[in-house]
């Protein structure tokens, strides 16, 4: 079991409109899907860089994981999440080093993307996701 | 101007030996380069994951901007290095977008990357960096 490449990775914002033209003054993107992702309390703009999504991800409801991320850290790096063949493999891994996932089972995340993260505590201060697109 | 895909994504680590390891276990990630880029302060260790590297840095000078972080922020994401075709080009949009980079001109990093940084305070809270291998 190995991953594969990185498949997204999630920065916070307040303002998802000002993010996105930071992003496409700065550096150029464009090009950005915008969606809504209700289940996580977040508004997002995703653009492809290289053959990675790079996610702006806006909270709408502050008692969401990622409305919480913001106001306890602020913007920046939420999540990098990496593309796996076979998330339930990855996961049983994951389990079988001793360590955890934050769920029984995956979840929707945009499109059809399907994550599943590894419990922060064993992972160096990062928040890791597994991600199978199906 | 734009960029093109990821070039890196930079994780401090407190022990270099222990992220491998943590890295290989649960991500299947191996073949990690070891190297030491004492300009910053830093051990190394990179490994490719698709058409991006993953790199962990573990400080060994704490006086240094690496070590800094690592003392305020604990372990986890440090910085985003995007690929462009031409630095020059690329620093040269950043002060006429109004920002600004945080050095008068590139350092270099490992291997034949060349880069430079974006002023952190235009980023919405992540380090941005641009990379040309030359």
Partial sequence: MS??????????????????????KLLGIDNFVIDDLPGRGVKTA???VGDSWLVLVQPVDMTGIPG????QHGEGFFLISY????????????VAQGSAMTSEI?????ENWQVWDIDQNDTLGTQIQFCEEK
């Fill in 3 to 24: 991953v594969t490449k990185i498949h997204h990775i999630n920065f916070i914002v307040e303002d998802l409109s000002a993010g996105i033209d930071r992003y496409r």
């Fill in 46 to 48: 995703r653009s492809k």
């Fill in 68 to 71: 919480k991320h913001l106001q």
């Fill in 83 to 94: 593309s796996v063949d076979d998330l339930q493999q990855a996961a049983a891994n994951v």
């Fill in 106 to 110: 995956p979840r929707q995340g945009l």
